[in-house]
């Protein structure tokens, strides 16, 4: 049996990719280059000063970097490492690089499953320094991701084209927070109308399939999930499975998450979920499909290809983790939720599809 509550937070180690012919493709991936982008508290391109201290920043030029299957170094072949004891990100001369750098099948950059980072502003215009771990004030977490390099994904061949790469949180635009907007300017239904250059259509649709995993009982498959039941704590997570069909292609695809403040209906019903305790929820894009419907565990869901950003769980809540091209061809995206580090939030509800209003709880798509 689950435990009482399951939740649907990424965990703070997520989950590595896993494989020996993914591991096979990092290495052959060794002495490319690629440059770095940051997406969350800074929105930009990753460059470097004189000295090698690698910092995000609008009047910074983009650094290439080279890699080397789980390590990296920049142009001058300087090794790129976690300085001590500030665990700020550096390329020295004569230093060995870090190793245990890893990039997912969509680019996203993680180490030793570390996936969120943190930047610092430095007082030198935006420009901020990356920290493994967060130091001093004024201090916020970014996703870093790669813009080459990357392993194919599961199943990706010339009869199955790759799924896009997502944008997460929307388009890198400069400093700050990045906004988390919904992809329309009104609640997403099936005949929605919108002014010229926006969306003319809108549909909104529910997963596929439910998966809960558990990491407390890492080889037990709970079976299939009709009523689609979410259940989130610190201990175990949900998949979401979203498929695709080749009518999708031209459009513009979303996954987008909402828990409302308060009930929709007039006479005041309760809210539609359980949500105890309080921390960040994560979203991951799953390398590959799940196993065979309610056999997939702990142990045998598919790696992570592609963290995304972190946020705080609450009523209220509307973010949208990924925005991206449909992919046009039949496809299956799989979509873990999991509680952030730190979290002991726990989540319970019935996922639901559009109602009339066209309101939605949970993680949903919306094709444009």
């Known amino acids: ?200 259509v809108v549909v909104a649709q529910g997963p596929d399939e439910i998966i809960l995993i558990d990491r407390g009982n890492p080889d037990t498959a709970y079976g299939p999930n009709p009523d689609m039941i979410v259940q989130l704590s610190p201990n175990a997570s949900s998949i979401f499975v979203f498929r695709f069909s080749s009518s999708d292609a031209g459009k513009e695809c979303a996954i987008v998450f909402d828990l409302p403040a308060s009930s929709s209906s007039p006479q005041q019903q309760p809210l539609p979920y359980r949500l105890t305790g309080s921390g960040p929820v994560s979203f991951a894009v799953l390398d590959g499909p799940t196993t065979e419907s309610g056999n997939t565990t702990w142990n045998e869901a598919p790696g992570v290809a592609m963290p995304l950003q972190s946020v705080a769980l609450r009523p209220g809540i509307s973010v949208e983790p990924m925005n991206f091209p449909c992919p046009g061809a039949d496809a299956e995206v799989a979509v873990l939720m999991t509680d952030g580090p730190g979290s002991d939030a726990c989540l319970e509800y019935e996922q639901s599809e559009p109602g009339p209003e066209g309101g939605m709880v949970g993680l949903y798509l919306v094709k444009c």
Do not use: K
């Not at 965990?11 to 052959?28: E, F, I, K």
């Open 1 to 200: 049996m689950l435990l009482p509550i399951l939740t649907i937070a990424l965990l703070a180690s997520l989950v590595s990719v896993r494989g020996s012919s993914v591991q096979m493709n990092l290495q052959m991936n060794a002495g490319c280059g690629f440059h770095l982008t940051t997406t969350g508290g800074y929105n930009g391109s990753v460059g470097q000063l004189g000295n090698g201290q690698v910092r995000a920043g609008s009047d910074l030029s983009p650094s290439l970097f080279t890699w080397f299957g789980d390590a990296f170094a920049d142009q001058q072949g300087r090794g790129c490492w976690w300085t001590p004891p500030t665990s700020v990100l550096q390329c020295d001369w004569n230093e060995q690089p870090a190793h245990g750098f890893a990039i997912g099948c969509y680019g996203g950059v993680s180490y030793r499953d570390q996936s969120e980072f943190y930047e610092c502003h430095t007082g030198d215009g935006d420009e901020v320094n990356l920290y493994l771990q967060p130091r001093g004030v004024n201090c916020l977490t970014v996703m870093i991701h790669a813009d080459s390099c990357r392993p194919p994904c599961a199943g990706e061949n010339s009869s199955s084209p790759p799924f896009p790469t997502p944008t997460p949180f929307g388009t890198p635009t400069g400093n700050g927070p990045s906004e988390t907007t919904s992809p329309t300017t009104s609640p997403p239904s099936p005949t929605s109308t919108h002014p010229p250059g926006e969306c003319d």
